[in-house]
């Protein structure tokens, strides 16, 4: 049996409709993810728009052509507001509800231009288009954001959805009088299959999108440590691999200190354990304040911090420690109205070109040990050639 453009129709409406109710019932799920309320609106927006242009010879012009362009510009600036809010960037609900209702009102109370079939097709397509970059460059500044492979292919979706739209009016616009019902009817069906392609590629890419950020937010929980929004070791000896292979590709210096604060148990045992998670919060702020961007940061385990510095030689880091390890010193820590200080001991080395991160870890606790046998609150090195033996010192 043929298709016509009534079937093409009917399984449109199912596919919105269908994709309306999983995004809603994904949003009564997780209320926090406002965005894919949005998206099931669009889809309501999207079915009932087609509903209108599939009716075009039996319903009034009010209904197939004002209201029918109106809501699908709805449903592009549905999907927008779904992007802004899956961003956490907030929703201007105003120009989300009226610009298309300005659509409609200027479809419908426009003088004359119900029977001007260039001018209705040249505002239409300019305000769709409109619509569907206004996705792709939310789309756009999202990534620069949040890199997410889905949103990009999603950018590159509604750009050709607004080529189709530019490519249809000029069709349109060339082709027989619009009364000429057989075309109208032929170009109905592929408007039809195209807009349900389209559908499926949005939806399913903003639903791949929304799963994509959840596994990246995932595993960047399991990477980091929960009180100091650090790496944590697991987290730190990834990242460590891929920047020495970078590092070593690129015949670049790479350094690693090894920080361990002084007294650690000492400072539990008097002030509390809440004032030591402050102290590690305190220290963990003001090493990011001392390191680079590029610089890599880490919570090892208990009082012991990493940091991984690129492109730094021995004498450079040495250098970022000490500056470190002065800011920690003369930073005051409250306590009930009072204030005390900490130190951190650091050890400080270069990685050889035939070390890998294990064995380097080792060369700075070594020089770690010697900070603490010096009398601590001090930064030491250790040359790659000396024997490592690390016998065990408190605090």
Same mark, same amino acid.
């Given at each position: ?68 362009? =109106? ?29 298309? @209702? ?10 004359? @231009?119900?029977?001007?079939?260039? &001018? ?70 592929? #408007? ?14 903003? @639903? ?13 929980? =399991?990477? !980091? ?81 990493? =940091? ?8 450079? &880091? ?39 991160? $294990? ?25 790659? #050639?000396? !024997? ?6 408190? $605090?």
């Amino acid at each position: 049996m043929p298709l016509d453009p009534p079937s093409v129709l009917v399984a449109l409406l199912a596919m919105h409709s269908l994709y309306m109710v999983l995004e809603l019932g994904m949003w009564l799920r997780r209320r926090d993810d406002d965005a894919l309320a949005f998206w099931a609106f669009a889809n309501a927006l999207a079915a009932t728009s087609a509903l209108c242009f599939g009716m075009r010879y039996a319903w009034p012009y009010v209904v197939t052509v004002s209201l029918g362009n =109106a809501v699908l510009l709805g449903a592009w600036m549905a999907i927008w507001a779904g992007m802004r809010r899956f961003s956490q960037r907030r929703v201007p609900l105003f120009a989300v509800i009226a610009l298309p @209702l300005l659509l409609g009102a200027v479809l419908q109370f426009t003088p004359g @231009l119900h029977d001007n079939y260039v &001018a209705r097709v040249v505002i239409v397509t300019v305000a769709w288009v409109a619509g569907l970059l206004l996705i792709v460059f939310e789309c756009a500044r999202a990534e620069r954001v949040e890199r997410l492979v889905m949103r990009r292919a999603l950018m590159v979706a509604f750009l050709v959805l607004a080529c189709f739209v530019l490519v249809r009016a000029g069709l349109t616009l060339r082709g027989p009088p619009a009364e000429d019902r057989m075309l109208v009817g032929q170009l109905a069906l592929v #408007t039809f299959f195209v807009n349900m392609l389209i559908g499926m590629t949005w939806n399913l890419g903003l @639903l791949m999108m929304v799963n994509e950020q959840l596994e990246a937010r995932l595993r960047w929980t =399991a990477d !980091r440590d929960g009180l100091t929004n650090l790496l944590n070791r697991r987290g730190f000896q990834e990242w460590s691999q891929r920047v020495l292979q970078r590092a070593r590709r690129d015949g670049a210096p790479v350094s690693l200190l090894v920080m361990d604060l002084d007294h650690f148990k000492t400072i539990n045992d008097q002030y509390g354990h809440d004032i030591g998670d402050d102290v590690l919060c305190v220290f963990s702020n003001i090493a990011q304040q001392a390191l680079r961007p590029t610089d890599i940061l880490a919570r090892h385990g208990g009082e012991e911090f990493c =940091a991984l510095l690129p492109n730094a030689s021995e004498d450079e &880091a040495l250098a970022v420690a000490e500056r470190l390890r002065c800011d920690f010193a003369k930073t005051p820590i409250p306590f009930e109205g009072q204030v005390f200080s900490a130190t951190v001991s650091i050890g400080a080395v270069e990685i050889g070109a035939d070390e890998d991160i $294990g064995q380097a870890l080792r060369r700075a606790d070594a020089a770690l040990y010697q900070a603490k046998t010096n009398g601590r609150d001090r930064v030491e090195t250790q040359a790659i #050639t000396s !024997r490592i033996t690390m016998p065990a010192v408190a $605090g």
